[in-house]
């Protein structure tokens, strides 16, 4: 009995309509950048420092340059036991006093020796940016006391990825692809207006929390989608190239931030384009497999007919008066102790999911770091969103030469090591730190799409969907704690959130070798074909074995 595969082997496994489909849903992988990392747009902070309406009169009155006022008035970077004394607090004077000198007004106010000997108290009447754009940083005044509002701006929007992939994946296995693609767009499309909108805070993070909640869902909908029409030679190529994708959207990103620095019209723009991917409602078919596994047979073979004419193919007659009900195989319900219920496969899902979380947790964190870096925010970020392309082809180019686990691994540790050559650099030499940074985000983006695809190689039909949604949870939750590592430990010491990282790749990179490779191996059926992965994991070796057992036999003869 004949499978979807292969009809799709005589008319065309990526032929002109999959060509197409696949084009329409890139572009769906292209907007979903915004969303996961726009936080180093619509997040930035810029040099701050307390606003006082009496050292504004003064400065107007003396005549003051910026230089000027900030050497007279706000206190020295870095004072003892004041790690952020010139951005969040202010000397503890009166600049009302009248007679004040224009040259050195503090030495009018206080009898201190010094002025590292004045008191200091908190900033009461806002902050002055020195930037000429907007960002939610400069709007809500999320600085100092309030900075971790930022970090919680992005975790939300993670939280959201958590939750909602598991009712989304839901819609998507319930209802099919095509549905769950289309409301999730509107949905998500909606919220991020809804975003730039927002009146307050509040408002701002529940409608990134709802955006969280359906646009990663989308994404892996899309995904879903163009692999399912797609022969099965293409599946690896086309993946990874719709996640290259994501990268074009970083560097689209990267360009309309720059012409529109302010915060809220930069959300609408990246916003608005989404919801002309409504269309694809009258562009884009159900995924025949998955009408085939709700036995919707006849709507099946419509599909694969507009298919066939499509490509231009003619579909053979013995194909279609054969049923296209998928063989039957055993029924199996999965469970979540499965996933933990025998050595290997406690040891597989223990290890991806600690590198899931590596993987988002070195990726959103190394871009974090470097935007905080000190240099050009745009130059930076499109240099280091450029490596990602070399990374896809690293990947096509070893994956079915030199396996799976080796490259991974290597990545891994690059990624690690980077971090750690970033963090002992010093900070004069900043075009250094750049280069090093963009090989650790070309190691860690070469990791994250690795452990994409070989989730799915480790674990059996009847248990692969469970397993990488419970496995990739923990890169949502990855994202959710890598602001706060990044912006939080920044503050004891601007390169600390770097050694985080090397620890954390190093070990992730350790762990991978003991995963056994999966080239050249057939998809495991069963939890016991699992555990014969690692018993053939050196077939050699095995074969010696046996030769030398053969030839102790006939000498015994």
């Known amino acids: ?120 108290n908190p900033c009461q009447d806002g902050w002055v940016y020195n930037s000429s754009g907007s960002s939610i940083v400069t709007e809500f005044n999320l600085v100092c006391e309030d900075s971790w509002k930022v970090d919680l701006f992005q975790s939300c929007v993670s939280a959201g990825f958590l939750i909602g992939s598991i009712h989304v994946g839901y819609i998507a296995d319930r209802f099919g692809r095509k549905l769950c693609l289309i409301a999730t767009i509107l949905v998500s499309a909606t919220a991020g207006v809804l975003v730039s909108f927002a009146p307050s805070y509040l408002w701002m993070v529940i409608f990134r929390f709802i955006q969280g909640l359906v646009s990663k869902g989308s994404w892996t909908a899309g995904y879903i989608l163009i692999t399912e029409v797609v022969g099965p030679s293409h599946r690896k190529t086309v993946g990874i190239l719709y996640q290259a994708a994501f990268t074009v959207g970083l560097l689209l990103l990267d360009g309309v931030a720059y012409a529109v620095p302010h915060w809220r019209w930069l959300q609408l723009t990246v916003t608005l384009p989404t919801f002309l991917f409504l269309l694809y409602y009258w562009c884009l078919p159900e995924s025949p497999r998955w009408l085939i596994s709700q036995r919707q047979n006849d709507k099946a073979m419509k599909i694969v007919d507009s298919i066939a004419k499509k490509n231009g193919k003619k579909l ?6 054969i049923s296209l009900e998928e063989e039957d195989e055993e029924k199996l319900s999965p469970s979540f102790m499965d996933l933990i219920r025998t050595p290997q496969m406690r040891k597989h899902t223990f290890i991806l999911m600690y590198n899931w979380l590596t993987s988002a947790l070195l990726y959103q964190g190394l871009i974090m770091h470097m935007a905080m870096a000190g240099g050009d925010m745009y130059l930076d970020f499109f240099y280091s969103a450029l490596v990602e392309f070399p990374a896809a082809f690293i990947i096509l180019l070893t994956i079915n030469r030199v396996g799976r686990r080796y490259p991974w691994s290597v990545a891994n540790l690059v990624a690690g090591a980077a971090c750690l050559i970033i963090a002992l650099i010093p900070e004069d030499i900043h075009w250094l730190k750049l ?123």
């Open 316 to 321: 053979p007659a013995h194909l279609k008066t």
């Open 1 to 120: 009995m004949p499978t979807l595969d292969d009809i799709l082997e005589h008319i065309g496994e990526f032929d002109l309509f999959q060509k197409q489909a696949f084009f329409l849903l890139c572009l769906l992988s292209v907007a979903f950048a915004p969303i996961y990392m726009g936080v180093i747009f619509l997040g930035f902070t810029p040099e701050h420092r307390c606003f006082s309406p009496a050292v504004a009169e003064l400065s107007r009155r003396c005549g003051w340059s910026l230089e000027e006022e900030l050497n007279y008035t706000v206190p020295e970077q870095g004072r003892l036991g004041e790690s952020f004394s010139h951005q969040c607090r202010r000397y503890d004077v009166d600049w009302n006093t009248t007679g004040l000198s224009c040259t050195n007004p503090l030495e009018n106010l206080t009898g201190y020796n010094n002025r590292s000997s004045i008191p200091l």
């Open 435 to 557: 280069t090093v940074g963009c090989i650790g985000r070309m190691g860690i983006t070469i990791s994250f799409e690795m452990v994409c695809f070989v989730n799915t190689e480790l674990y059996p039909t009847f248990l692969r969907n469970l397993g990488v949604m419970v496995c990739s949870s923990l890169c949502d939750v990855g994202g959710m704690i890598a602001p706060f590592i990044v912006y939080r430990l920044a503050q004891v010491w601007h390169e600390l959130p770097l050694l985080v990282f090397t620890v954390v790749g190093l070990i992730a990179g350790g762990l991978v070798l003991l995963l056994p490779e999966t080239k050249g191996k057939t998809l495991p059926e069963t939890i016991e074909d699992v555990e014969k992965l690692h018993r053939q994991a050196n077939p050699k070796e095995k074969i010696i074995y046996l030769r030398v057992q053969t030839k102790e036999g006939a000498s015994s003869k």
